[in-house]
């Protein structure tokens, strides 16, 4: 399961990582994220190594939400080099996410 992270510490697992990262915005009522959550361990596990998934509460984490323009939950926002270069809105399946994540990364 990704991990949850805070505003505290994006810059150093989102911004300064090495490899491609992809950030689920999300909250804990939203029917569609928790629609989303076992696609998200699946692309974890294939992609362990090539990418880092993690998860961010928008219902604790507004700042973050704000920074990065998120509208709507589940938001998924993926980061290469520091910069979110890519953003998709709304619960999708294994396989138009594996093939978002390869044209980005």
């Known amino acids: 399961m ?3 992270i ?3 510490d994006f810059k150093s697992k989102v911004l300064d990582s090495e490899i491609p990262v992809l950030v689920d915005f ?3 009522s939203c029917v569609a994220c928790k629609k989303l959550a076992p ?3 699946e692309l974890e596990e ?3 190594g090539k990418l880092n998934i993690y998860k961010v ?3 604790y984490e507004g700042d973050l ?4 323009n998120i509208l709507s939950n589940p938001t998924l926002v993926l980061f290469k080099g520091g910069k979110d270069i890519d953003k998709q809105i709304g619960a999708k399946d294994y396989d138009d996410l594996s093939d978002w994540i390869d044209s980005n990364i």
Do not use: I, M, Q
Request: glycine share 0%.
């Open 46 to 48: 294939d992609y362990e």
């Open 39 to 41: 696609v998200l361990c």
């Open 6 to 8: 805070y505003a505290d």
């Open 26 to 28: 999300y909250s804990d």
């Open 57 to 59: 509460n928008t219902n």
């Open 2 to 4: 990704a991990a949850r």
């Open 65 to 68: 939400a704000k920074e990065f």
